[in-house]
């Protein structure tokens, strides 16, 4: 009778496993690929300090009304075979609907896995600086006019481009066109995003 039991026991336990197996949440399954943030949780208006500042000499902006400190980035699950990341920022709803490329950032090694608040505020050796559409290759917060919160989509893409495969200073759409390069997705094995509202406080 007691053997009869533990075959029945071990036989439902087989089943589950079976069943979690299949959901994708037994133990060993690949987590997601996922882009977070301390500093402010995915769909909530971000801080002031993320906001950009007038600059010493610049023409007075009263729209950048912060300190210009990039946000606590962190990502993990990305797909088997990354080389290096893409890292972007943009505002969709900025110049008038034109959209405003706060960030652009590539040639991260697969190895880093995080950003520390106000790392990328300046130039690091853990990212290639692209060309933002304020000319800069470093995080540029937003100056965000009065009125309804723009969308800034923090997006990270997993590549197998060598971190040394793409020159200083390209543009976002640039950068895209190189990711883009062969067949199916080219060299993109995989992509997360992230969003913060902000409006002028």
Same mark, same amino acid.
């Given at each position: 009778?007691?053997?009869?039991?533990?075959?029945?026991?071990?036989?439902?336990?087989?089943?589950?496993?079976?069943?979690?197996?299949?959901?994708?949440?037994?133990?060993?399954?690949?987590?997601?690929?996922?882009?977070?943030?301390?500093?402010?949780?995915?769909?909530?208006?971000?801080?002031?300090?993320?906001?950009?500042?007038?600059?010493?000499?610049?023409?007075?902006? +009263?729209?950048?009304? /912060?300190?210009?400190?990039?946000?606590?980035?962190?990502?993990? =699950?990305? #797909? !088997?075979?990354?080389? @290096?990341f893409?890292?972007?920022?943009?505002? +969709?709803?900025?110049? /008038?609907?034109?959209?405003?490329?706060?960030?652009?950032?590539? =040639?991260? #090694? !697969?190895?880093?896995? @995080?950003?520390?608040?106000?790392?990328?505020?300046?130039?690091?050796?853990?990212?290639?600086?692209?060309?933002?559409?304020?000319?800069? =290759?470093?995080?540029?917060?937003?100056?965000?006019?009065?009125?309804?919160p723009?969308?800034?989509?923090?997006?990270?893409?997993?590549?197998?481009?060598?971190?040394?495969?793409?020159?200083?200073?390209?543009?976002?759409?640039?950068?895209?066109?190189?990711?883009?390069?062969?067949t199916?997705?080219?060299?993109?094995?995989?992509?997360?995003?992230?969003?913060?509202?902000?409006?002028?406080?």
């Amino acid at each position: 009778m007691l053997a009869q039991r533990m075959t029945i026991l071990f036989g439902a336990g087989a089943v589950v496993a079976a069943a979690l197996a299949v959901s994708g949440t037994a133990f060993g399954a690949a987590a997601p690929f996922k882009l977070t943030s301390t500093t402010f949780r995915d769909g909530t208006m971000m801080p002031a300090k993320v906001a950009n500042m007038n600059q010493p000499g610049a023409n007075p902006n +009263p729209n950048c009304v /912060g300190q210009n400190v990039s946000p606590e980035l962190s990502w993990s =699950g990305e #797909p !088997a075979g990354t080389k @290096s990341f893409v890292l972007t920022m943009v505002d +969709p709803e900025g110049r /008038g609907g034109l959209g405003v490329f706060h960030w652009v950032a590539y =040639g991260i #090694p !697969a190895d880093v896995h @995080s950003f520390a608040e106000g790392e990328v505020s300046k130039a690091s050796d853990k990212y290639v600086g692209g060309k933002s559409t304020q000319g800069v =290759g470093n995080y540029s917060g937003p100056c965000t006019p009065p009125g309804s919160p723009h969308h800034y989509t923090f997006k990270i893409i997993a590549t197998d481009l060598d971190p040394k495969a793409l020159a200083p200073g390209m543009t976002l759409p640039q950068v895209m066109q190189k990711v883009a390069e062969g067949t199916g997705t080219g060299h993109a094995k995989g992509a997360a995003g992230l969003i913060g509202l902000f409006t002028h406080p």
